[in-house]
């Protein structure tokens, strides 16, 4: 606090404001207000009782000294003035004790009414109109509610309720004449198509496990239904079919991300462990997704055979903008022992514009129980992609994809290519429109027609 000699020498305070000659009569007669070092009075702040305190010392200690020396008439006016000022702050402490009292109220309804104290509601609605090669326009949706509850503050138990139209669109059709060896849920590998085709009308539990932090730098996460999506693979550009791009190609790394384990979900666990809150982060997971059936001999089932995968991850980041992941997955899918590595770059090159990329090469080997034969492949999967932002409309953003899924000599006569671009923009927080456009040639590995689409998403977020 500074000594203030004259209210001129505020500048905050101007001869217009309403406590002007209250003030100058203060300062410059009685010399009993101060200012801040930054010459400012700031008359709307709150006083603290020590302020006050010192403040009314030094009232009194002046008024003794006037008294002293006679100069009574001198503070009549003045006791007027103090007056006229405590009245108008009794209006403003009445106002605002009126309006505490309300919100009193209004903090003990919300209370009564609240969905939990300890979990949080959240919902998305997608909602996405199609129309492409050699199969009418249709309309596919899908609706998950987030049950989202901490007991501890630093815990997460994450339920999530999906349901959908069942809805399929022209990628899915071609496939599905492939025996859907490269579909979105595939039976070799992802191979693209909207990811929210085939989710069934029935509400069901996509989601459920529970993440907390036995020490500060490592998180478990333990459930019966978990999506290895989730823990790896992650990259900021290519990982959300509600925000980027719709192709479940896009979203994954097909031979690091098994689909017939994703798509269901599993039971298992999942550790990410960043040492030191170092650039590495170490993460690990294992998911079976017929854990719940009770294991027989030469069939699928138990918490630790087939359809099951475990992986492992290193990301390193080497800036905010540059960051790298080292993988490997080991899985048995209906038979089949697959082996695979990859890797996956994202790089932020500025403010609009990144780059992302994807790699993987691995091995199938073992009699396929669903298409009753025999497997000896050596994939390779590749993806690269950028996105720009704010293109006419701010926070829009585009993207721009191209990729194969499955590219092997040994499965069928021709190799699947996947192309998307997309453009998203966002009619409020709440509300976003991406019309998009997917192509895919040779479906299935076969030499066929290419398959042209056209999508609108409209995504409602609550």
């Not at 790089?347 to 514009?353: E, F, P, R």
Request: glycine share 10%; aromatic share 10%.
């Amino acid at each position: 606090m500074a000594r203030v000699r004259s209210v001129t020498e505020l500048d905050d305070i101007r001869p217009t404001d309403w406590a002007y000659q209250a003030l100058q009569t203060l300062i410059e007669r009685y010399d009993v207000l101060t200012g801040y070092p930054d010459a400012k009075f700031r008359g709307s702040q709150p006083l603290t009782r020590n302020e006050f305190a010192a403040v009314l010392n030094q009232v009194f200690t002046r008024l003794e000294e006037v008294f002293a020396t006679g100069e009574i008439a001198k503070i009549r006016e003045d006791f007027s003035t103090l007056r006229r000022l405590q009245e108008s702050y009794g209006g403003i402490s009445r106002n605002l004790y009126a309006r505490l009292n309300t919100l009193d109220q209004r903090l003990g309804n919300r209370e009564a009414q609240q969905f939990s104290t300890t979990t949080k509601l959240s919902g998305q609605t997608i909602h996405l109109f199609t129309d492409g090669s050699r199969a009418p326009m249709t309309s596919v949706t899908r609706i998950r509610l987030d049950l989202r509850t901490s007991f501890a503050g630093n815990d997460l138990l994450l339920t999530q309720l999906e349901a959908g139209n069942d809805g399929g669109d022209a990628i899915s059709r071609a496939q599905s004449r492939r025996l859907n060896l490269l579909g979105t849920d595939g039976l070799l590998a992802d191979g693209g198509g909207l990811d929210y085709v085939g989710v069934g009308r029935a509400v069901q539990v996509s989601k459920l496990h529970y993440t907390f932090q036995p020490v500060a730098d490592l998180q478990l996460t333990l459930g019966p239904r978990l999506n290895p999506r989730d823990f790896i693979d992650y990259n900021r550009f290519a990982n959300s079919s509600d925000k980027n791009f719709s192709s479940s190609f896009f979203m994954n790394n097909p031979l690091i991300v098994q689909s017939q384990v994703d798509c269901p979900g599993g039971a298992g666990a999942a550790i990410t462990w960043n040492p030191g809150n170092s650039a590495l982060t170490i993460k690990a997971l294992y998911a079976a997704a017929d854990a719940e059936n009770p294991q027989e001999s030469n069939s699928k089932g138990g918490l630790f055979s087939d359809r099951y995968q475990g992986s492992l991850e290193l990301e390193y980041a080497f800036s905010k903008d540059l960051v790298s992941r080292l993988q490997f997955t080991r899985a048995e899918i209906n038979g089949v022992d697959i082996y695979a590595s990859g890797i996956n770059v994202e790089w932020t090159w500025n403010k609009q514009l990144a780059i992302f990329g994807r790699y993987g090469i691995g091995s199938y080997r073992g009699f396929n129980s669903i298409l009753g034969q025999d497997l000896d492949l050596t994939p390779q999967s590749w993806a690269i992609g950028t996105i720009v932002r704010n293109i006419v409309i701010p926070d829009s953003s585009a993207g721009l994809a191209i990729g194969q899924p499955f590219v092997t000599g040994d499965l069928g006569n021709a190799t699947q290519t996947n192309f998307e671009g997309f453009y998203s923009f966002l009619i409020n927080e709440n509300i976003g429109i991406t019309p998009g456009l997917l192509i895919v040639t040779n479906p299935g590995n076969q030499r066929a027609s290419t398959i042209w689409e056209f999508y609108i998403r409209i995504m409602f977020a609550f």
